[in-house]
């Protein structure tokens, strides 16, 4: 343990920093701060070897017991009730950015596990994704890093824009539920969704009701994470055997994210408990506990990056965010229409 204990304070020290500040500048958020702290730190104090334990098991580890805690977030009767009549808007959302984030891959030459991170960062839930997606694939924290700031950017985008662009293309005033699903399948991160829909019930004075739709079906596209990661380690496990890259049998138990299945018995427990008079405020603590978790990852995250490298790099996987960006909305508002919802 004390290996470990001077790097877990120095990423508790920056995460409570980067709390306070996203707590200040919602639309930005703490895991965004915690990464921009940590890798300005990091050109600062480049000999951190005594540290170095304590940091890589934050940015590995600590980042998967916050993804199992963030299942405590989702009660999975109120998202059949509620979440359902989004699901063909989100499986046609999630298909596309995937499809983009290929095709561009392949186009451009863009690294596989960048490609992979913004794509299902771009089709499901922004740094949560990321955060389940990176141990499977292994990716390093520099790939992490550089695909939430893709990610990150293009939120703030959508935070400040949608609001007014929903008012251009005559969503209902009356009701948040149109513009709650936009918003729910269209902005990457919970923050920024969160951003939007508050946004647009205080223009239009509708209490929470386009908050409460939008985070619903933000909570189901969460759900997406449990294939996409099943299937990511699959196909790697696949892919080394192949290539006899860890030797000629390579065992999916080896790859297989084991903190997705307790990911899925978190949130089970939160439905069972809930149905039997549990109040939902009971899981709160675990919710903001698994925030706060991913904040001290990012942290970490940014004192293993090297922002130099970073900066040079980061022209093409930007271009790939914004490609996935431009073709969720669109296709997101192209199926409301055709469904009737707008």
């Known amino acids: 343990m004390k290996r470990y204990l001077v790097g877990l304070l120095a990423c508790f020290a920056i995460a409570v920093a980067a709390w306070l500040l996203g707590n200040l500048l919602p639309v930005v958020g703490g895991p965004v701060f915690a990464i921009a702290i940590g890798?300005?730190?990091?050109?600062?104090?480049?000999?951190?070897?005594?540290?170095?334990p304590g940091i890589d098991f934050t940015s590995k580890k600590v980042l998967q017991y916050a993804v199992i805690l963030l299942g405590f977030g989702l009660n999975?009767?109120?998202?059949?009730?509620?979440?359902?009549?989004?699901l063909p808007i989100i499986l046609t959302t999630i298909a596309v950015a995937l499809f983009v984030a290929y095709i561009l891959h392949k186009a451009l030459r863009i690294p596989g596990k960048i490609s992979t991170l913004v794509g299902v960062g771009s089709a499901i839930c922004g740094g949560s994704a990321i955060a389940a997606t990176a141990p499977v694939i292994d990716a390093n924290d520099e790939e992490v890093a550089q695909s939430i700031?893709?990610?990150?950017?293009?939120?703030?985008?959508?935070?400040?824009?949608?609001?007014?662009?929903?008012?251009?293309?005559?969503?209902?005033?009356?009701?948040?539920?149109?513009?709650?699903?936009?918003?729910?399948?269209?902005?990457?991160?919970?923050?920024?969704?969160?951003?939007?829909a508050a946004t647009w019930d205080s223009l239009y004075h509708l209490g929470s009701a386009t908050l409460d739709m939008a985070v619903t079906v933000k909570l189901t596209r969460t759900l997406a994470i449990i294939p996409i990661t099943l299937f990511l380690a699959f196909f790697r496990t696949r892919k080394e055997a192949k290539t006899g890259k860890a030797g000629n049998k390579v065992r999916l138990g080896k790859i297989f994210p084991f903190f997705i299945l307790w990911f899925i018995l978190a949130s089970v427990i939160t439905t069972i408990a809930t149905?039997?008079?549990?109040?939902?405020?009971?899981?709160?603590?675990?919710?903001?506990?698994?925030?706060?978790?991913?904040?001290?990852a990012m942290a970490a995250i940014g004192l293993n990056t090297n922002i130099v490298?970073?900066?040079?790099?980061?022209?093409?996987?930007?271009?790939?965010?914004?490609?996935?960006?431009?073709?969720?909305?669109?296709?997101?508002?192209?199926?409301?229409?055709?469904?009737?919802?707008?």
């Open 39 to 52: 890798m300005v730190l990091a050109v600062l104090f480049k000999k951190r070897d005594y540290a170095q």
């Open 76 to 86: 999975l009767s109120v998202i059949l009730e509620t979440g359902v009549r989004s």
């Open 149 to 196: 700031s893709v990610i990150f950017f293009f939120n703030v985008l959508a935070a400040v824009l949608f609001p007014a662009l929903g008012g251009l293309l005559g969503f209902d005033t009356a009701s948040g539920e149109a513009f709650g699903i936009f918003a729910g399948t269209a902005i990457n991160d919970t923050s920024s969704v969160t951003a939007a």
């Open 275 to 296: 149905h039997f008079g549990v109040p939902a405020d009971f899981f709160l603590p675990f919710k903001d506990l698994s925030k706060f978790l991913i904040i001290m």
């Open 309 to 342: 490298k970073l900066i040079k790099t980061g022209g093409k996987p930007l271009l790939m965010g914004f490609c996935c960006w431009v073709s969720i909305t669109a296709v997101s508002l192209l199926v409301q229409h055709f469904t009737g919802i707008w």
